[in-house]
């Protein structure tokens, strides 16, 4: 070989490929994130899932709370709320006759001294028909009517976001016309009771279901008691209506 083709053979020698091992073989750097990369795909234990859920759920529980408080609060730190509806009563309106069914309206105010507590002005409308039977007079189906005034504490007993319920015993007076449907005659003669006023005691069972931090449906069981005659009545009944709230305590 000519001394001109040694550096050509020289250059080819250096350019003949590595051997495919070699060339195969990973660095140390590629096999340090090849082991991170097995290590991340690892499969998680079924208590690890299952602890890592429950602490999920119980952050999400932990939210829900301190929303559902935080309409609680500002549901129940009002100081005012007026409530209206209608009423049905089943009343007595004589000495001698059988109940008679009653319906009328029905608004008040309650204002909050304490978290819990007010005091409510109640005012009430009560209109119905007697059923006498009275072939002396010819009076068989007079109408009657009573209106009722009172005021006394009201206490709420349960309150959530939805649900409230309290307890309320209210006093004052009562009206009742017994004779403006006797074609003239007093209402005693055909068996009913003397208008006049009279005594008025009730208690009732306020049931809240809110729409609303301010605003909420109303269903009230209630008892009241008059004494019409200078005798006891003992009277029950129900007021649904609204609830509107405002101020703050």
Known sequence: MSAALLPIASRAQDATPAPAAAQAQPSSDQQAQQGLATDQVQPQTQQERARI???????VNA???????AIVQDTYSHKYEVYFGGQY???HPGPNLQHNTEAGWNVGVTKYIRPKLGITADARGYYGTAITDNFEFQVFKPSISQYTFMAGPQYRVYESQHWAWSAQVLAGVTHGNFSTGTGGFPGTLVGLYPDGNRLAV????????NLGPGLALR???NY???DYG???QHNLGFTVGAVYRWGRQ
Do not use: N
């Open 202 to 209: 009730s208690a009732g069972v306020p049931i809240d279901y």
């Open 63 to 69: 939210r829900r709370r301190l929303r559902e408080q």
């Open 53 to 59: 859920l429950r602490d999920a759920q119980a952050r």
């Open 224 to 226: 009241l008691f008059s």
């Open 89 to 91: 009563l089943r009343f």
């Open 230 to 232: 200078s005798e006891a």
């Open 219 to 221: 269903l009230m069981p």
